[in-house]
């Protein structure tokens, strides 16, 4: 079996990439990125706080620890014919497709940022699918890490993927639930989701749309092997998502911010629960369907996650930073009695990290070698203008 991983230089793909090649050591692990997460990090005059290898260097150590299996290709999936001359040289069994521009507040910085982000992210996306189609590899299955971002933050029970609709007139259907995504980045994943669908619907291609949830965390059991195997952790108020910017603040005893009311919902799922689950889909297979999983573990209210994770850190430290509420930066609604159905995607993982306040004495034992490097890039958690 052949896998294809796109985004493998990524903060889950990386990862993923040492955990498949470990489950799978008689198969064939390909990753593809063109490095432009380092690339836009980099342009908002950022870095990773701890310090990732290259990819060669990366590669390298992965080989010598035994994930021999592993192997990379350069290339920019928005390029159709790299695309093409990809899938006909390696045919691959299963795509994991996780390239993406990921950040909604990147997408929001001006019009060629949106333009990017949506170029980016739907033609890859559509590249990879068209190109599979073409070489008659419609028994592949395709994987994607979309977004639970897609649901927006309706009043409602979200379902997994579908939603059953009544008219006015009684009569009944089951649709997939609308994209009502509250970013130019989220939009991004409910375009790419019905194309899988309609891909799905015209040939049989087994899709599998992963609505990922917010993802947390330094390791997995195979980053945590050797230094050169790290994957990236970022904390500046564009790329670094909510639990991993907010460890950063309480390691430099920085307020947590809070955005408006703080009474926004969110799903979360370590980076070990994520990687491991994308395994159990490659594991489990699938024949034909579009399938959809909520991958989540949890789902808290912000501000109650900021008050636990200040009386974590008071016990861990014997000092927590306290919180501030500012003006939200982002259009989104705040106020929703929303919850998640995760039921079909707890049948896949059993997760190694059920709730996240309790990661936090681990996750500052490994960043505080990288205070620092945290204290160095502190101002970038917000931006000026937002602070106010
Ligand atoms: N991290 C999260 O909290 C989270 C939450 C929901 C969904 N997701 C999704 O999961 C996936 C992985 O997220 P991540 O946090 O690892 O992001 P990431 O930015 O670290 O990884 C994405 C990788 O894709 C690569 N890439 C982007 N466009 C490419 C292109 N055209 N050609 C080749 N490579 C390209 C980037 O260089 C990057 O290394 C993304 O699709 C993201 O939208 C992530």
């Not at 996306?125 to 927006?152: C, P, S």
């Not at 009944?172 to 994209?179: A, I, M």
């Not at 809070?258 to 629960?273: A, T």
């Not at 929303?338 to 960043?367: G, I």
Request: glycine share 6%; charged share 25%; with cysteine.
């Amino acid at each position: 079996m052949t896998i294809l991983i796109t985004g493998a230089d990524g903060y889950i793909g990386w990862p993923l990439m040492l955990k498949l090649a470990k489950e799978f050591p008689e198969e064939r692990i390909i990753g593809i990125d063109n490095f432009g997460r380092r690339r836009w990090v980099e342009e908002v005059g950022a870095d990773s706080v701890i310090p990732i290898a290259t990819m060669e260097e990366r590669i390298k150590k992965a080989h010598e620890l035994g994930f021999k299996n592993i192997s990379f290709i350069y290339g920019d999936l928005m390029d159709k014919e790299f695309v093409r001359t990809l899938i006909r040289v390696f045919k691959p069994d299963v795509v994991l497709h996780l390239a993406a521009q990921p950040s909604a507040p990147y997408s929001h910085i001006n019009m060629d940022k949106a333009h990017y982000t949506q170029k980016n992210n739907v033609l890859s996306t559509l590249n990879l699918l068209w190109a599979l189609r073409e070489e008659g590899l419609t028994k592949a299955h395709f994987i994607e890490t979309t977004t639970t971002g897609i649901y927006g933050a309706p009043n409602l029970h979200i379902p997994e993927g579908f939603v059953e609709v009544i008219d006015k007139f009684g009569n009944r259907d089951v649709l997939p639930f609308p994209n009502i995504a509250s970013s130019f980045y989220h939009v991004t994943k409910g375009f790419d989701a019905v194309n899988m669908w309609l891909m799905n619907m015209q040939t049989g291609m087994p899709c599998t749309d992963v609505r990922t949830s917010i993802v947390y965390g330094v390791d997995t059991e195979e980053t945590m092997l050797d230094e050169k195997l790290s994957t990236r952790f970022d904390v500046d108020f564009y790329f670094g998502t909510l639990f991993n910017r907010w460890v950063a603040m309480i390691i430099a005893n920085y307020p947590l911010t809070v955005y408006g009311s703080g009474n926004q919902i969110k799903p979360f799922i370590s980076v070990e629960d994520a990687c491991q689950s994308l395994v159990n889909i490659v594991k489990e297979g699938n024949e034909e369907e579009y399938r959809v999983y909520n991958q989540l573990v949890e789902y808290v209210r912000i501000r109650d996650l900021a008050e636990e994770l200040n009386r974590a850190a008071e016990e861990v430290l014997g000092k927590s930073p306290g919180i501030k509420f500012i003006p939200n930066p982002r259009k989104e609604k705040e106020e929703s009695e929303y919850r998640f159905d995760n039921s079909k995607f707890m049948k896949v993982l059993k997760p190694k990290y059920p709730k996240m306040k309790d990661t936090l004495a681990e996750t500052v034992e490994r960043l505080n070698r990288f205070k620092d490097r945290i204290l160095a890039y502190k101002d970038l958690f917000i931006p000026k203008k937002v602070v106010g």
